[in-house]
Every structure is written in structure tokens, then in C-alpha cells.
């Protein structure tokens, strides 16, 4: 037998993974502040490695992180509404193919052999042709263009942020002054 399931087997596995989701998703909901908790410390941790990593003027990072601060509820808006939706399906996908037990495929391996020989070969090149390789002078210079675009993006954001905030609390507090002051009907009939 070359280690195919049954129909039947592989009918159940698919429903108990359906099943998996679907519990997965009611302790999504009913876990919401769990989840908020977890992203924002997701977030706070790939912020920090963003700046650590990406970032190389030290005088930058005090008005990022307080532009990323900034943006944090943006982030765990979206990134709630989107683990609300795609959460626990990814979730059951990876905890499912964590209990297949299926041989590794050949393709794998001989992929892991290529990229060690090729790892190897690069071990002996001196440290200065690799950097100055044209591609990756290249490939250096897009991601600094798309860091700055992504600080230049989250900034304009938070700071259109800041602007509504600032436009609507005098209109709101205008409002609440006047639903505050009682309403007095002046008398226009005149007694004599």
C-alpha cells in the first residue's frame, strides 16, 4: 500500500478539522480582549525590530515610535477584524498538519541540498563582492524607498488622525454646551 487514506478517512479528518475551526472561532469571539492583548504585543515587538533592524539613525527612532504608537489602534482594528475572519481557519490548517504524519517529499530535500551547495559556494566569496553585487545594491535600495514610503504612509495617517480629532472636539463640545442649557420659551403674547 503506497499510504493513501480511505474516502472515509479522509471524510472524518475534514469534518473534525471543520469542527476544530468552528470551535476555534467561538473562543475567538468570546477571547476578544485575549486577542486584542496578543496583537498589541505583536505589534509592539515587530515595531521594535523594525526600528532595530531597519533603521539606522539613532535621532529617528523617538518620533517613530511615537508615530507607531500612534497608529497602534489603526493596527488592532484591522488586525482583530482580520483574526475575527481568517484566525481560525489558519489556526485549525496549522494544528491539522502538525498531526499528518506524511513522508517528506523528495522535492524538499533536494531544494535544502541545493541551497546548502549554494550557501557554501558564498561562504568563500570575500564579504565585499557580495555587498557590492548590482542586484543587491538594488534590492537595498527598494527596501530602504518602501521603509521611508511605509514611515511616510503611517505618518500621514496618525497625523490625519490628529487633525479630525482636533477638528470635531470643538464641534462636539459646542453640542453637548448646548443640549446642556435649558430650552426657554420666550412669551410673545402680551397681557394687559
Known amino acids: 500500500m503506497n499510504g493513501a487514506k ?6 472524518q479528518a475534514e469534518i473534525k ?21 496578543i496583537l498589541d504585543r505583536l505589534y509592539e515587538v515587530a515595531t521594535a525590530n523594525i526600528m532595530q533592524g531597519h533603521v539606522r539613525w539613532r535621532s529617528l527612532h523617538p518620533p517613530l515610535n511615537r508615530i507607531a504608537r500612534c497608529s497602534q489602534p489603526l493596527f488592532r482594528r ?41 550557501r557554501a559556494e558564498v561562504k568563500h566569496l570575500p564579504a565585499n ?22 514611515i511616510g504612509g503611517v505618518a500621514v495617517v496618525s497625523s490625519s ?3 479630525l480629532d482636533y477638528r ?3 464641534a462636539t463640545s459646542e453640542f453637548l454646551q448646548n443640549q446642556s442649557q435649558p430650552q426657554v420659551k420666550q412669551d410673545t403674547s402680551r397681557h394687559f
Open 6 to 11: 480511505p474516502p472515509e478517512v479522509e471524510n
Open 17 to 37: 478539522v471543520r469542527e476544530i475551526t468552528l470551535i476555534l472561532q467561538h473562543l475567538i469571539e468570546r477571547e476578544e480582549v485575549t486577542v486584542r492583548f
Open 78 to 118: 484591522v488586525g482583530v477584524f482580520w483574526f475575527n475572519h481568517y484566525g481560525a481557519e489558519l489556526i485549525a490548517d496549522w494544528l491539522h498538519s502538525l498531526v499528518q504524519f506524511e513522508p517528506e517529499s523528495t522535492e524538499e530535500t533536494t531544494s535544502l541540498a541545493s541551497y546548502e551547495v549554494i
Open 129 to 150: 563582492v557580495i555587498t557590492q553585487h548590482p542586484q543587491v545594491r538594488q534590492l537595498r535600495s527598494q527596501v530602504r524607498l518602501l521603509a521611508l514610503c511605509l
Open 161 to 163: 488622525f490628529f487633525w
Open 168 to 170: 470635531l472636539k470643538p
